[in-house]
C-alpha cells in the first residue's frame, strides 16, 4: 500500500469519523431539547388532573432523565460502539458503578417517599437545617428551596428524608415571638400596655389563641417584654416589620427607654 493510498484511507476514515460524531452530537442535544420539552409538556399535562404540582414536578424530572438516557444511548451508538459490549464491560465493573450510584439510588428512592409521604408541598415555607426557604421544584435527586433572599437552595432528596424538617405553612398559621429590652427605670405596665394596644390594633393578628404580653427575663441592664401573637403565614413578615417600627416609635413617644451595650470603666487611683 503506497503513502497515497494510506493518506486517502486515513482522510475518508476521519470524514466518516467526523460525521458520525456530528451526527451523534446532534442527537444528542435533539434529545437534551425533547428532554426538557417532554418534561414540561408531562407537568402541564399532569397539573390538569388530581396530582398536586409536587409530584409533576418529580415526575416531570423523571421523564427528562429518559430521555436523555436514550437519546445518550442513541448517540453512542451512532458512534459505533456495540452497545450490547458496552452493557457487559459496565456488568463487570457493576462493583465500582454500585458504589458510585449509591448516592444517586439513595435520592431517587427519597424522591418517591417524598412524594408518597408528602412531608411538604410546593410553594410551603420549610426550614431544614442552617437553611429556610420555599419549595420551588423536585427532581429525582433533588429538592430546590428558594430563600427569602431569592438564592436557590439544592438538597439532595436523602438528606431530607433522614433529617428533621420544620414545615412553617402546612398549618397556615404561625406564631410570631417578638422581645424587646427596656430599662430598668422604664415603667414595665406602661410598656406593656403600649405592647398590647400594638397588637390589639392590628387586624392580622388573631383574637384566638390570645396574644401574650409578658416580662420575658430579667438581664444585667435590662428588663425583656416578650410579645407573641397568632397570625396566617403570608402575614407573618409584614406583622414583623411593622411592630419593630411601631414598637421604637410608640416607645419613644412614651419615653421608655432601649438600653443599648455599654462598658463602665473603673479608675483606681494609686
Known amino acids: ?55 409533576a414536578s418529580f415526575i416531570g424530572s423523571l421523564v427528562k432523565a429518559v430521555v436523555l438516557v436514550v437519546a445518550g ?36 428512592v427519597s424522591g418517591i417517599q417524598i412524594i408518597f409521604t408528602k412531608p411538604f408541598d410546593m410553594g410551603d415555607y ?16 433533588s429538592t430546590t428551596l428558594a430563600t427569602f433572599d431569592n438564592k436557590e437552595v439544592v438538597i439532595p432528596n436523602s ?15 404561625r406564631r410570631l415571638d417578638l422581645s424587646y429590652g427596656v430599662s430598668y427605670q422604664a415603667d414595665l405596665q406602661k410598656a406593656k400596655e403600649i405592647l398590647q394596644t400594638l397588637v390589639e390594633e392590628d387586624s392580622r393578628v388573631f383574637a384566638d389563641p390570645a396574644p401574650l404580653v409578658a416580662v420575658g427575663e430579667l438581664k444585667e441592664s435590662s428588663v425583656t417584654l416578650v410579645c407573641k401573637v397568632w397570625c396566617k403565614e403570608e402575614d407573618y413578615w409584614p406583622l414583623y416589620y411593622r411592630m419593630q417600627e411601631a414598637v421604637k416609635a410608640a416607645f419613644d413617644q412614651a419615653g421608655i427607654s432601649i438600653p443599648y451595650a455599654q462598658l463602665d470603666v473603673h479608675v483606681k487611683q494609686g
Open 126 to 141: 420549610l426550614a431544614f437545617g442552617a437553611y429556610e426557604g420555599t419549595v420551588k421544584k423536585i427532581e429525582i435527586l
Open 73 to 108: 444511548v442513541s448517540a453512542v451508538a451512532q458512534l459505533g460502539v456495540n452497545i450490547t459490549s458496552l452493557v457487559a464491560a459496565l456488568g463487570a465493573a457493576g462493583l465500582t458503578a454500585s458504589f458510585a450510584l449509591q448516592g444517586s439510588l439513595s435520592n431517587l
Open 159 to 173: 438528606m431530607i428524608t433522614s433529617d428533621v424538617v420544620v414545615n412553617f405553612t402546612r398549618s397556615g398559621t
Open 1 to 55: 500500500m503506497d503513502w497515497q493510498t494510506l493518506g486517502n484511507n486515513l482522510l475518508h476514515g476521519l470524514t466518516s469519523f467526523a460525521g458520525d460524531l456530528i451526527l451523534a452530537a446532534l442527537i444528542f442535544f435533539g434529545g437534551w431539547f425533547l428532554a426538557r420539552l417532554a418534561a414540561r409538556l408531562t407537568k402541564k399535562a399532569i397539573s390538569k388532573g388530581k396530582v398536586d404540582a409536587l409530584a
